[in-house]
């Protein structure tokens, strides 16, 4: 499991990381998920990946709280698939999740899918053991604002794709601008992820985005690299 910092808009002290699944392999290096995750949808190994990241951010979580570092939130990204698993909530309750210190990242699509009541029960019951849900890549799907109003979502994600043009599109810049109003009216957080630069974020903050992530303020890491950088760098803005 890889880690992305995220940082408050305003502070620019860490608020949290995004786990991101890699596959170290012997003869390819380090792949990223569009390299497998296909593939382990087809094995129908899809959830048992995701939970075997949540432990394992559940277990660095641990190290990084000896090491005297404060990691305040993990968010983890959730398969479709892994949200219509009849033992999902029995095996969250098996561990020992804090309230506010795990998120649950879903695609736009999974709300699409002809089971939403199922899923949204489901997520009322993830919310109710202390896991907030976040909306990943918000703006380039097809969530509604009814949807937004009937799962209450802790942040919104804003994608990348709309994020990036935002110094020389007014399109996009008011695009932007208009869904971090319409989440600040639902009382739901915003993060703005592909930071690309410092004008980018400086522009964000300017929009009243609540967080940032992207390549202007971290890469994604491996654990002990991030762990050496947050040391070094984050572990006085976190505490």
Partial sequence: TWYQPQFDAQTSRLTGVEALVRWRHPHHGILAPDRFLKIAEDLNVASTLDHIVLETVLKDKVRWAQMGLHVPKVSVNVS???????????????????????????????????????????????????????????????????????????RLKIDRQLVMPILHSPQERALVRSII??????????????????????????????????????????CDDFSRMALANWAREAA
């Fill in 80 to 154: 479709s698939r892994r949200l219509h698993d009849e033992g999902l909530l029995e095996a969250l309750n098996r561990l020992d999740i804090r309230p506010g210190e795990i998120s649950f990242e879903l695609v736009e699509s999974i709300f699409l899918d002809e089971h939403e009541d199922a899923v949204a029960n489901n997520l009322e019951q993830i919310k109710a053991l202390g896991i907030d849900i976040e909306i990943d890549d918000f703006g380039t799907g097809h969530t509604s604002i009814a949807s937004l109003l009937k799962l209450r979502p802790k």
């Fill in 181 to 222: 109003d319409i989440a600040r009216s639902l009382g739901v957080e915003t993060i703005a992820e592909g930071v690309e630069t410092m004008q980018h974020a400086a522009m964000l903050r300017e929009l009243g985005c609540d967080l940032l992530q992207g390549y202007a303020f971290a890469r994604p890491l491996a």
